[in-house]
Nanobody, 118 residues
Framework: QVQLVESGGGSVQTGGSLRLSCAAS????????LAWFRQAPGKEREFVAA????????YYAGSVQGRFTISRDNAKNQAYLQMTSLKPEDTAVYSC???????????WGQGTQVTVSS
């Protein structure tokens, strides 16, 4: 069974950086579209970024455009979210997701907590 496991979350101060990782196991990682979502306490889950299976197409939420970078290494079955210039409003549980097409994600990780303090 395919699984996604996130890591790399933690606590940083405003302006800091973190790199999240998403490790996939048990499936054909290279054909999947990948995405990152986040959910803050009391708020709905929101889209952060997405990346095509070959890495040539990327999409970002306006709130993270220019600060976050999504990438993948198909040889290692890993996806990444490099986050810079972090703000307190970036505080959330970040989850990676995979699917066959953009917007239709059928596999989700359990999430990793990111906390940004002012």
């Amino acid at each position: 069974q395919v699984q996604l496991v996130e890591s790399g979350g933690g606590s940083v101060q405003t302006g800091g950086s973190l790199r999240l990782s998403c490790a996939a196991s048990g499936g054909t990682f290279s054909i999947a579209v990948l995405a990152w979502f986040r959910q803050a306490p009391g708020k709905e889950r929101e889209f952060v970024a997405a990346l095509s299976n070959d890495g040539t197409s990327t999409y970002y939420a306006g709130s993270v455009q220019g600060r976050f970078t999504i990438s993948r290494d198909n040889a290692k079955n890993q996806a990444y979210l490099q986050m810079t210039s972090l703000k307190p409003e970036d505080t959330a549980v970040y989850s990676c997701a995979a699917g066959i097409t953009f917007g239709r994600y059928t596999l989700w990780g359990q999430g990793t907590q990111v906390t940004v303090s002012s």
